[in-house]
């Protein structure tokens, strides 16, 4: 397990609310166009509005999510969604239950 490298990515407050968000999407963003529901995540571009911030900025944030498993990046044509990865946050929860 990449504990020091979730705590890093766990370490910023936009990054734990795009978890939070994703983790009730139909709570937190509007109907998807181009796909019927949430089951493949969120547009990127949603994402980006919802944060506020420029796209290259959520980009990289979700670079970096993706790159410790928190989350899960699926493709649609030229659109990207995003999920959260529900096994690897539990690991990481039982993780740290065993080890601290």
């Known amino acids: 397990m990449k504990i020091l490298e979730i705590n890093k990515v766990l370490s910023n407050q936009v990054r ?3 978890l939070h968000w994703l983790k009730t999407p139909e709570l937190h ?6 796909v019927p529901d949430f089951r493949d995540g969120v547009c990127v571009c949603h994402i980006q509005e919802k944060a506020g911030l420029s796209q290259s900025t959520v980009s ?4 970096m999510m993706n790159k ?5 990046l699926t493709r649609h044509g030229k659109w990207t969604y995003y999920k959260r990865n529900e ?5 990481y929860i039982e993780y740290l239950r065993k080890e601290l």
């Not at 990289?60 to 670079?63: C, D, E, N, Q, T």
């Not at 096994?87 to 690991?91: A, H, L, Q, R, T």
């Open 16 to 18: 734990i609310n795009i």
């Open 29 to 34: 963003f509007p109907k998807q166009l181009n």
């Open 60 to 63: 990289h944030y979700l670079s």
């Open 68 to 72: 410790v498993n928190l989350i899960i």
């Open 87 to 91: 096994e690897s946050i539990k690991d």
